[in-house]
């Protein structure tokens, strides 16, 4: 049984940052591991992958140490349920917009006491295997998935206060995106103002924030949000290869003129 290494580093107060890979490529989940990121956002919201695919995804991941998280599609139990059992060791859920929303999702991702997940064996209870009760491996199981519910509407801007309040939650991740779309495209200032506010009031209620939607090609901006308080950040895999990609070819075209 694997201990949550995002939630290690998160609890020592230190920046953790994640790559969202969006199709099924365990190869990009190994070179991101092998580069020193804390953690893999397997996109599963607006990627194409399966479960399957997605288990595979997590076996790349473990053999580079990098924790594997998944955005699912939606809150239904089942939905939880299919991508815990197959080894992620976090759910981010979009559109959580009220309390009530946010303690149903944490139930559901947990185990008795904590909540009825259902119980069974696979790969985060090493199908049975551990020498250890049931009570100890769902406790340990419990202890090691990251609850991690997305606050990308004005609704959960508004009803943020309640939903950090929830027991189970760990971690609440502030997104621009759709925020910037519900918010009626205000422009980035705007955007940036309301994401800043909402990462204060997470860490003033105790809870961890990371926030998404970053421009890979601002890294001053992603900065900034550490800066007023966010633990964590997410960048898109392919957005940080295109830089580079780019960064290469004009470096050697000027080298070689």
Known sequence: MRANTLKQKLSQGVAAFGAIVNADAPEV???????GYDFVFIDCEHGPMS????????RAAEAYDITPLARIPDHADATILRFLDRGVQGIIVPHVNTAQQAEAIAKAARYYPDGHRGAGGGRPNQFGAPAMSREEANRFVNDNTLVIPMIEEVEAVKNLDAIVKVHGVDMLHIASGDLSQSMGYPGEQEVWRVMEDAVRR????????????????????????????????????????????????????????
Not at 51 to 58: A, S, T
């Open 29 to 35: 989940v190994e070179l991101y591991g092998a580069i």
């Open 51 to 58: 479960v399957d695919q997605v288990e595979h995804m997590v």
């Open 202 to 257: 997470v860490r003033a209620a105790g809870k961890y924030a990371s926030v998404g939607g970053n421009n890979p090609g601002n890294p001053q901006r992603v900065a900034q949000f550490i800066k007023v308080g966010a633990n964590a950040i997410t960048i898109s895999a392919l957005g940080l290869m295109r830089i580079a990609a780019e960064d290469f070819r004009k470096k050697v075209e000027a080298a070689s003129h």
